[in-house]
């Protein structure tokens, strides 16, 4: 079975630009997660999708935003880009959302997003 | 608030030693997850290991272990017989009520020959 892709691994934007970060989660899996991390901030959760509907969203300005489609495919879009959204932005996905906590996020190679 | 701590920025060790990673957590929930996973160089998370709040039992996978405290919101992450290949980013995480996952800083191991 793949695993979780994410298109493009690498990106140059300047700034002011937007940028579309696309994850394609395992077969089945339903959920997709995505979350960027920084040396300075660490992972921080952005925002999960399940079922083409948002679920929870982290502390992050309105400029990101996402959507997930009916095959589960999910794309991060970045808008008005700033120095600091400079970061590995990486895609969780699980089969189910929630389940008592039991449920494992599988995580792509990730994309690695520069802002100049 | 909850939160996951980390309190080891790095750590050395002599290969085929065990080590043994530290992370608390706070929360007030009943019901969470924790999890480890293991970040290489090349950026990808890599899953370790799980462990649900109602488990009794310590998880295992493998060379890896979840030293599970309850009471004191503990959950340690032990590697026996270290290869030089476990040389990575770790990181803890919880998952909380409401889905949301957080994670640690992370510590950065490094397996010496």
């Known amino acids: 079975k793949a695993g979780v892709t994410q298109t493009p691994r690498y990106l140059i934007k300047t700034r002011g630009q937007q940028v579309t970060l696309s994850c394609s989660p395992i077969s089945g899996h339903r959920s997709v997660s995505w979350y960027q991390q920084t040396p300075g901030q660490g992972l921080q959760f952005l925002f999960e999708y399940f079922s083409e509907t948002q679920r929870n969203k982290g502390n992050f300005p309105g400029r990101f935003s996402g959507r997930q489609f009916s095959n589960s495919r999910s794309e991060m879009n970045v808008s008005t880009l700033e120095l600091g959204d400079s970061a590995l932005y990486l895609c969780a996905s699980s089969l189910i959302s929630g389940a008592g906590g039991q449920e494992t996020q599988y995580f792509g190679p990730g994309t690695r997003l520069l802002v100049l | 608030a909850q939160k996951i701590t980390q309190t080891q920025p790095g750590m050395f060790v002599q290969e085929k030693e065990a080590v043994t990673l530290d992370c608390t957590y706070d929360t007030s929930d009943q019901s969470y997850g924790l999890f480890w996973y293991k970040q290489p160089s090349s950026g990808e998370m890599i899953f370790l290991i799980y462990?649900?709040?109602?488990?009794?039992q310590n998880a295992t996978e493998g060379r890896y272990s979840l030293n599970f405290q309850k009471a004191r919101k503990s959950a340690n992450l032990v590697i026996s017989a270290s290869q030089l290949g476990d040389s990575a980013m770790y990181f803890c995480?919880?998952?909380?009520?409401?889905?949301?996952?957080?994670f640690g800083k992370g510590t950065r191991l490094h397996i010496l020959p």
């Open positions: 462990q649900g709040s109602y488990d009794e």
């Open positions: 995480a919880m998952r909380m009520k409401g889905d949301k996952i957080i």
